[in-house]
């Protein structure tokens, strides 16, 4: 045990009292306050718009005076933790508009972020990809002459003569390493906390502060993988400048190009065939036209024409406005601009209303199951470039940190299911109002709508447990590469010729 401890002790000193660590802890502690900066300032901005584009809502639902006016809107509210990993925060909808008779659908939903594509990828280096970058090649630096850089000068063979066990030898230069890497990562994560705190805009609570806390643990097998990585090819080489180099370019596929090659090739061949938009909605434009099928042949039964507008009874001269949308498109419109309205009976028309606009909403849910159909198979296709992005530990890192900031791909999907149920219960409250066949669905010479009790949306995040069980799977993948990578070392060690 005293053996051991001398050489965790001797790797420590040797590593701490080298230019490489302090130009090391230098750049890691700026890089992560100047991203941390950046990504405060950003966020401010995207909470003051959210909070703005709330107030705006709520004004224009005081302007609505009708039902048919209706146009709720459900606002994703920023993520506090996205500052240290923004994820789907500002490449994703931040708003979806809600129309009851237009399916929803994440491509149309409205975009936040800068329209500068220099920008937004200045704005996406946040503190993990700091981590992923300096990190990384700070544990590699430190590592690359372990065993190598000793065997070429001497040190390594004068070290195995005095009787060291090659076990204690190799299990203190890890240790004695993470005790000099590990004070970086953690005082450079908690300079970024605490600048992260200070700003007024956030609001960090128990389980924002637990969720940081398991960043900066996750964090850390991340640094150790790397150590490994690099101690295991200086273990492999004999010459100290063949390691680094070796060891640079595995860190550059591993970091760099593969995550891009597997994003290129389910791009370029996706196992899963989805249709083309062109398809998709030429799909569509086939189910508003059995909807006008299906609408007319009721219509007739009910009043003996084929259009609703034919259902008014009326006196003396009369202005019918109607504004259709094509059927080409999502939605299927129809708008009346009934004048004189106070001259016209409008009670079939209000019967026929009660009809017409319920079938439009279900076949406006027809055309959403298309979309949702569509879009499943594309999240098939980008969870097969997750699990081919897997083989990179550097990803797994990645995603395992998404999963716990809640700023990943599934918590995006989350948002526009929570808008789709929010339609549903927009659809419930009018459904229970009777206002499909009421004359405030048209015309306020009666009495105006009122949408006092109309359901605001609430944006709802993954708790604490739920984040960690997406992340349990990718935490244990980061757990194995330190498994894995140590034993190959210590093995290899072990066989190591010093000749």
């Given at each position: 045990m005293t053996t051991l401890w001398l050489i965790i002790q001797r790797e420590f000193t040797s590593n701490v009292l080298t230019s490489r660590f302090m130009i090391g802890f230098v750049v890691c502690l700026m890089s992560t306050a100047a991203a941390v900066f950046v990504q405060i300032e950003d966020y401010e901005k995207r909470l003051s718009a959210y909070h703005t584009a709330l107030q705006e809502h709520q004004e224009e639902i005081r302007t609505w005076d009708l039902y048919s006016q209706i146009n709720p809107k459900a606002h994703r509210k920023p993520n506090p933790l996205s500052i240290f990993s923004?994820?789907?925060?500002?490449?994703?909808?931040?708003?979806?508009?809600?129309?009851?008779?237009?399916?929803?659908?994440?491509?149309?939903?409205?975009?936040?972020?800068?329209?500068?594509?220099?920008?937004?990828?200045?704005?996406?280096?946040?503190?993990?990809?700091?981590?992923?970058?300096?990190?990384?090649?700070?544990?590699?630096?430190?590592?690359?002459?372990?065993?190598?850089?000793?065997?070429?000068?001497?040190?390594?063979?004068?070290?195995?003569?005095?009787?060291?066990?090659?076990?204690?030898?190799?299990?203190?230069?890890?240790?004695?390493?993470?005790?000099?890497?590990?004070?970086?990562?953690?005082?450079?994560?908690?300079?970024?906390?605490?600048?992260?705190?200070?700003?007024?805009?956030?609001?960090?609570?128990?389980?924002?502060?637990?969720?940081?806390?398991?960043?900066?643990?996750?964090?850390?097998?991340?640094?150790?993988?790397?150590?490994?990585?690099?101690?295991?090819?200086?273990?492999?080489?004999?010459?100290?400048?063949?390691?680094?180099?070796?060891?640079?370019?595995?860190?550059?596929?591993?970091?760099?190009?593969?995550?891009?090659?597997?994003?290129?090739?389910?791009?370029?061949?996706?196992?899963?065939?989805?249709?083309?938009?062109?398809?998709?909605?030429?799909?569509?434009?086939?189910?508003?036209?059995d909807f006008k099928k299906e609408r007319t042949a009721q219509v007739?039964?009910?009043?003996?024409?084929?259009?609703?507008?034919?259902?008014?009874?009326?006196?003396?001269?009369?202005?019918?406005?109607?504004?259709?949308?094509?059927?080409?498109?999502?939605?299927?419109?129809?708008?009346?601009?009934?004048?004189?309205?106070?001259?016209?009976?409008?009670?079939?028309?209000?019967?026929?209303?009660?009809?017409?606009?319920?079938?439009?909403?279900?076949?406006?849910?027809?055309?959403?199951?298309?979309?949702?159909?569509?879009?499943?198979?594309?999240?098939?296709?980008?969870?097969?470039g997750r699990n081919i992005s897997r083989l990179s530990f550097t990803d797994v890192y990645g995603f395992a940190v998404g999963a716990i900031t809640d700023t990943d791909r599934n918590s995006y999907n989350d948002f526009i299911n929570q808008a789709r149920n929010y339609k549903r219960q927009i659809v419930d409250y009018l459904t229970n109002k009777n206002v499909f066949s009421a004359r405030a669905w048209f015309s306020r010479d009666q009495g105006k709508a009122e949408f006092a009790d109309l359901p605001i949306f609430q944006h709802r995040s993954n708790s604490l447990s739920e984040n960690l069980s997406l992340a349990l799977g990718d935490i244990f993948i980061l757990l194995a590469w330190n498994v894995s990578l140590f034993m190959g070392t210590y093995v290899s060690f072990l066989r190591y010729d010093l000749s």
């Amino acid at each position: 045990m005293t053996t051991l401890w001398l050489i965790i002790q001797r790797e420590f000193t040797s590593n701490v009292l080298t230019s490489r660590f302090m130009i090391g802890f230098v750049v890691c502690l700026m890089s992560t306050a100047a991203a941390v900066f950046v990504q405060i300032e950003d966020y401010e901005k995207r909470l003051s718009a959210y909070h703005t584009a709330l107030q705006e809502h709520q004004e224009e639902i005081r302007t609505w005076d009708l039902y048919s006016q209706i146009n709720p809107k459900a606002h994703r509210k920023p993520n506090p933790l996205s500052i240290f990993s923004v994820g789907m925060e500002k490449s994703g909808a931040d708003m979806v508009s809600i129309e009851l008779a237009t399916p929803i659908w994440e491509k149309e939903a409205q975009k936040q972020g800068s329209d500068n594509p220099f920008l937004s990828i200045f704005l996406a280096i946040d503190v993990i990809f700091v981590f992923k970058i300096v990190l990384s090649v700070l544990a590699i630096l430190f590592a690359y002459n372990t065993i190598s850089g000793e065997r070429e000068d001497g040190t390594l063979k004068l070290v195995l003569s005095n009787s060291v066990p090659r076990d204690a030898l190799v299990l203190g230069k890890y240790l004695g390493s993470m005790l000099s890497l590990f004070p970086i990562v953690v005082i450079s994560f908690t300079v970024g906390v605490v600048i992260a705190y200070a700003s007024p805009a956030t609001d960090f609570d128990i389980g924002d502060l637990l969720r940081l806390l398991m960043i900066l643990l996750v964090s850390l097998l991340y640094v150790s993988i790397c150590y490994l990585l690099g101690m295991l090819l200086s273990v492999w080489t004999k010459v100290a400048s063949t390691t680094l180099i070796l060891s640079m370019f595995v860190w550059g596929i591993l970091t760099i190009v593969h995550s891009n090659l597997a994003t290129l090739a389910v791009v370029k061949f996706p196992m899963h065939k989805s249709q083309s938009e062109k398809e998709v909605r030429q799909q569509i434009g086939t189910i508003w036209e059995d909807f006008k099928k299906e609408r007319t042949a009721q219509v007739l039964k009910m009043i003996g024409h084929a259009h609703p507008i034919s259902a008014i009874s009326y006196e003396g001269e009369i202005s019918v406005g109607l504004n259709m949308s094509s059927p080409g498109e999502l939605g299927f419109e129809e708008f009346y601009a009934l004048k004189p309205i106070h001259k016209m009976d409008t009670t079939k028309f209000q019967a026929v209303l009660g009809y017409q606009e319920p079938l439009r909403i279900r076949y406006a849910d027809k055309a959403e199951e298309i979309l949702k159909r569509r879009e499943a198979v594309d999240e098939r296709n980008r969870q097969l470039g997750r699990n081919i992005s897997r083989l990179s530990f550097t990803d797994v890192y990645g995603f395992a940190v998404g999963a716990i900031t809640d700023t990943d791909r599934n918590s995006y999907n989350d948002f526009i299911n929570q808008a789709r149920n929010y339609k549903r219960q927009i659809v419930d409250y009018l459904t229970n109002k009777n206002v499909f066949s009421a004359r405030a669905w048209f015309s306020r010479d009666q009495g105006k709508a009122e949408f006092a009790d109309l359901p605001i949306f609430q944006h709802r995040s993954n708790s604490l447990s739920e984040n960690l069980s997406l992340a349990l799977g990718d935490i244990f993948i980061l757990l194995a590469w330190n498994v894995s990578l140590f034993m190959g070392t210590y093995v290899s060690f072990l066989r190591y010729d010093l000749s």
